[in-house]
């Protein structure tokens, strides 16, 4: 059987999850979303809860594809790689964030930015995750053998439960330990600031203690890229990958019964369950695309699968553009955005709240689009 250079499969998967990261971040109104678009409270696992979970999977399996190219050898050129990679993905989302506060202080004179971009701002977020994960993910892959690297995922995953278990991890409540160490470490106002531990304690979905098992997720995508290098022959990878990805299943479904399944404190079962879940589609994108050729219906994930940070970085933006420029206010005296505007032109076309929420939700991946899809036609490749 041919084999192709480049696993089209995988761009498409990358695709795919930040096409739906960018979906289930822009509804229309938050007051109106179909249940599946939304993030389960605490305990539990929706379709949304799997975007970026599955994204840091992704990013472990093209994290093989490229240390590879270095024979995983920790040397000067590598190390400085991996640390210019991570910082600048680092200062990415602070620079976000002080985006935000700066363009919402243009049009709310009441907003202090010096206070907000100090003694406000949030530390921690998606694209420091990804920072954080990428750095000691690459650093184990090239110092550590990798005929280890499964003790030390189950070392973390078992370890993650036990702390979790003690320190009161899997309760909404004060004593939770990963909102303690957050509270201790970042403080309250470097945190996120909404959810379902307010009024209660501040919690961060991306703080620190849960980072932790978050390393295990990208090491287990890298485990899957030493699957697809190691085996040539796609028929060989559809099997591998899709056995690992039910047996992850499986047992992440069992073992929730005594660890609860959660993305907020991304339990142990959490990492299981969600990888398992990726690689299963992996393995059957590999087959629909690369191995039957049914590559049509994929080209529009194509475009975010080949700048998946930029695509995404871009959709970040546009929607703080978007909700804070402001042009007057309309007949109810409700401020103009370009958020309202295409919003409300959602609501004259759908017959409910929920679906027109979910309309620009949709006309939003679709303007993002327009941006990945025209690099992609120019064969641009921005690497972040």
């Known amino acids: 059987m041919a084999q192709p250079k480049r696993l089209l499969a995988l761009d498409v ?3 795919i999850t930040i096409a739906g990261m960018l979906l289930v971040n822009n509804p229309g109104t938050w007051s109106h979303i179909y249940a599946p ?30 240390l590879k ?33 700066w363009l919402r202080g243009l049009f709310n004179p009441d907003i202090d930015f010096v206070d907000r971009a100090i003694n406000h701002l949030r530390i921690l977020g998606v694209f420091q995750r990804l920072a954080l994960v990428y750095f000691f993910g690459s650093m184990i892959a090239v110092t550590l053998k990798h005929r280890f690297v499964p003790w030390l995922i189950g070392l973390i995953l078992v370890a993650y439960a036990i702390i979790l278990a003690v320190g009161h991890g899997y309760d909404i409540s004060a004593d939770n330990i990963i909102a303690r160490i957050d509270n201790a470490v970042l403080g309250e106002n470097h945190m996120y600031s909404e959810g379902v531990f307010e009024g209660i304690i501040a919690f961060d979905p991306e703080g620190i203690l849960s980072t932790l098992p978050c390393i295990a ?3 287990i995508g890298l485990m899957v890229g030493k699957l697809i290098m190691t085996y040539h022959n796609n028929t060989e990878r559809i099997a591998k990958i899709a056995l690992l990805g039910i047996a992850m299943v499986l047992g992440g479904w069992l073992l929730q019964y005594g660890i609860p399944c959660g993305k907020k404190m991304w339990s142990s079962t959490f990492v299981l369950i969600t990888t398992g879940m990726a690689s299963c589609l992996l393995a059957l994108l590999i087959y629909i695309i690369d191995v039957k050729g049914r590559n049509k219906w994929c080209r529009f994930f194509q475009s975010f699968g080949v700048n998946p940070l930029f695509c995404y970085l871009v959709g970040t933006i546009l929607s703080i553009v978007f909700g804070t ?37 949709i006309v939003f991946v679709c303007i993002c689009w327009l941006f990945g899809y025209i690099l992609y036609k120019k064969k641009i490749y921005i690497k972040i």
């Not at 007057?328 to 929920?354: Q, Y």
């Open 37 to 66: 678009l939304e993030h389960a409270e605490w305990e539990g696992l929706t379709p949304t809860d799997l975007v970026f979970p599955f994204f840091v999977f992704v990013m472990g399996v093209s994290m093989y594809f490229s």
């Open 69 to 101: 190219k270095f024979n995983f050898s920790l040397n000067r050129q590598v190390f400085f790689k991996i640390v210019k990679r991570t910082v600048i993905l680092f200062l990415i989302g602070g620079a976000v964030s002080w985006f935000a506060v």
């Open 13 to 15: 998967l990358r695709g």
């Open 217 to 219: 997720h990208v090491l």
């Open 325 to 361: 420029v402001r042009f007057g206010t309309n007949a109810a005296g409700d401020p103009v955005s370009i958020h309202s505007l295409i919003h409300d032109g959602c609501k004259a076309v759908t017959c409910s709240p929920e679906a027109a929420s979910c309309l620009y939700a």
